[in-house]
């Protein structure tokens, strides 16, 4: 049960980081859309 609740945990931190980092890479992808968008015009 102990190793269950360990690893359940670890999981859970490393699918955070893992949401964190598509968070950033899709605002930074709109960023830089918006940014070409402005640019053409």
Do not use: C, E, S
């Amino acid at each position: 049960m102990i190793k269950t609740t360990k690893y359940n945990t670890i999981d859970k931190i490393a699918l955070r980081q893992k949401g964190w980092m598509w968070f950033a890479t899709v605002i930074g992808l709109q960023m830089i859309f918006v940014m070409f968008i402005f640019l053409i015009k």
